[in-house]
Each structure stands twice: as structure tokens, then as C-alpha cells.
Antibody, heavy 125, light 108 residues
Framework: EVQLVESGGGLVKPGGSLRLSCAAS????????MSWVRQAPGKGLEWVGR??????????DYAAPVKGRFTISRDDSKNTLYLQMNSLKTEDTAVYYC????????????????WGQGTLVTVSS | DIQMTQSPSSLSASVGDRVTITCQAS??????LNWYQQKPGKAPKLLIY???NLETGVPSRFSGSGSGTDFTFTISSLQPEDIATYYC??????????FGQGTKLEIK
């Protein structure tokens, strides 16, 4: 079955750190571009960042609100995506989703056909 | 920065109605516009990609159109299971992936 399963969410104090994981199965993870998208309680969707496949350079890009604080990485041997979150702020409170980009015939596209169920991160003192 | 304006923010319609949601970009984004459906407590689901292409397995009552700055999402005949929040999403080559504010669709 093709799926993404996030874990690692929880309650953390402002200024603290947390690492989220996303376990992928049912597709060739090493070829996939992956993104994290978050949703604050009762709010809309916000793209957090993206990592390309190693074949495409493995480079990362981030949204302005998290740049310098969050780091996306991947372990293709474990089919797992990570989001390291440092210097957390109350405004980082959200459900965090991992997503795949559509990658067909070696070309990856800017839309997200597969999503995990999300993991809740609460930043509060 | 490219701004996305999605409207309306909420919409009430009857079963069988034709429903239309619009998304406007502040500058030309070609056809880099996608539409998602999100039901309460669930992850978003891709419905339409590249402005007008129906994702595999999505019912044909859903459609999208437009290019450049103005885009439209349509449900041709609203069904009870279509109650959800709908989001447009654009891409620019910075890269940045920006979602619209969302349209909450309710049954009248």
C-alpha cells in the first residue's frame, strides 16, 4: 500500500526542538521529491519546505517563516523523511503533513498527490 | 511575492447545484495551479493539477479551468460527500508553493 506515516509530534516549550519523521512505503522513496506542509488550528495550509531526490541534487528549500530554524533531511535506506525543528515559536503550532511531489518519468511536478495523516506539534509554555 | 486570492471564503449550496470557486494570482503563473479538497480531521486530497487535469480516481463532476492569473474550480452537481474545504495552490520557481485561503463548502 502506498502511504506516508508521520510521527514525532507533541508538546514542546517555546525555544525548544522537535524532530518529526515520515515513513514512506509502497513507492520508490529514493526517487521522490518530498515536502512538509503545515496547518495551524482552524487555519489554512502552509508549505514549510521541500527536499529533492539525491538524483536531482538532494537540495532543500524553505518557506521564509521557518528558514534557518527548520531542516529537512532524508534517509533513503530507511525510506524516511525528517523535519528537524529548532527555536520553536508558538506560531509553529500546527498539524504537520509530509507529502510527495508527483514524479513521473524522471520529472517532478509542483503538486502533491500523496499525503500522510499528519502529526500535531504544540508549542506552548 | 505572488499573492493568491481565493473566493468566496465560504459557500452554501444545495445538492445538485453547480458550484464555482475562483482563485486569482497577482501575476502570471501559467497553469501552475492545483486544487485540493480537505474534509474535517483529514489530510488534503489532490483533485485537479495543472489547472485542468483531473487526478486519477476523482469523479468527473469536478473540473478546473484557467491560465495566467484567473482560475476556476467547478463542481457540476454538488453531492453530500463534497462537503469540505477547498484550496487552490500555486507554484513559482523561487521555489514557493502557496495555498489560497480556502473555501468552506456547506450544504444549504
Amino acid at each position: 500500500e502506498v502511504q506516508l506515516v508521520e510521527s514525532g509530534g507533541g508538546l514542546v516549550k517555546p525555544g525548544g526542538s522537535l524532530r518529526l519523521s515520515c515513513a514512506a512505503s509502497g513507492f520508490t522513496f529514493s526517487n521522490a521529491w518530498m515536502s512538509w506542509v503545515r496547518q495551524a488550528p482552524g487555519k489554512g495550509l502552509e508549505w514549510v519546505g521541500r527536499i529533492k531526490s539525491k538524483t536531482d541534487g538532494g537540495t532543500t528549500d524553505y518557506a521564509a517563516p521557518v528558514k534557518g530554524r527548520f531542516t529537512i533531511s532524508r534517509d533513503d535506506s530507511k525510506n524516511t523523511l525528517y523535519l528537524q525543528m529548532n527555536s520553536l515559536k508558538t506560531e509553529d503550532t500546527a498539524v504537520y503533513y509530509c507529502t510527495t511531489h508527483d514524479c513521473t518519468n524522471g520529472v517532478c511536478h509542483p503538486f502533491f498527490p500523496l499525503w500522510g495523516q499528519g502529526t500535531l506539534v504544540t508549542v506552548s509554555s | 511575492d505572488i499573492q493568491m486570492t481565493q473566493s468566496p471564503s465560504s459557500l452554501s449550496a444545495s445538492v445538485g447545484d453547480r458550484v464555482t470557486i475562483t482563485c486569482q494570482a497577482s501575476q502570471d503563473i501559467s497553469n501552475y495551479l492545483n486544487w485540493y479538497q480537505q474534509k474535517p480531521g483529514k489530510a488534503p486530497k489532490l483533485l485537479i493539477y495543472d489547472a485542468s487535469n483531473l487526478e486519477t480516481g476523482v469523479p468527473s463532476r469536478f473540473s478546473g479551468s484557467g491560465s495566467g492569473t484567473d482560475f476556476t474550480f467547478t463542481i457540476s452537481s454538488l453531492q453530500p460527500e463534497d462537503i469540505a474545504t477547498y484550496y487552490c495552490q500555486q507554484y513559482d520557481n523561487l521555489p514557493r508553493y502557496t495555498f489560497g485561503q480556502g473555501t468552506k463548502l456547506e450544504i444549504k
